[in-house]
């Protein structure tokens, strides 16, 4: 072995996942990638003043960085574990590592999505707060 390099360390202990940094001065993007459509808590199922009110919420949080988004009291951005979704499972092919958020878009209605950097992966619409009461 050469003089100054030390050898491969030994594993450490486990760590629990951590909450991807905030999006510092990036824009929140949207995506679709890992939404499925026709299935249950889509938003093929909202209509009218909803679909209005889902584009204004979106397009609310899409100005925002996560910063921003975390400070918003009209957002009411929270996380949302895994073990407190009814009716829905996380999608198979999306990291258990990467955290899942709901927006308040009125009343009861829910917009949940998964965050990875600067981009809200879009997940469910929530339309009787039935996903995480």
Not at 99 to 104: A, D, G, N, Y
Request: net charge positive; glycine share 8%; proline share 14%.
């Amino acid at each position: 072995m050469a003089r100054g390099r030390p050898g491969p360390r030994p594993p450490g202990p486990a760590r629990p996942p951590r909450l991807p940094p905030p999006g510092r001065d990036e824009y929140i993007m949207l995506s679709f990638r890992y939404f499925t459509p026709g299935r249950r808590f889509c938003i093929t199922d909202c209509h009218g003043e909803e679909l209005n009110r889902i584009i204004r919420k979106l397009t609310l949080l899409c100005g925002m960085t996560w910063n921003q988004a975390h400070e918003n009291q009209g957002l009411e951005l929270r996380p949302v574990p895994d073990e407190r979704l009814r009716h829905v499972t996380r999608p198979a092919n999306l990291s258990p590592d990467i955290p899942i958020f709901k927006i308040t878009v009125s009343g009861p209605f829910r917009v949940f999505g998964a965050r990875s950097g600067a981009t809200f992966f879009l997940l469910w619409f929530d339309r009787r707060h039935e996903i995480d009461p």
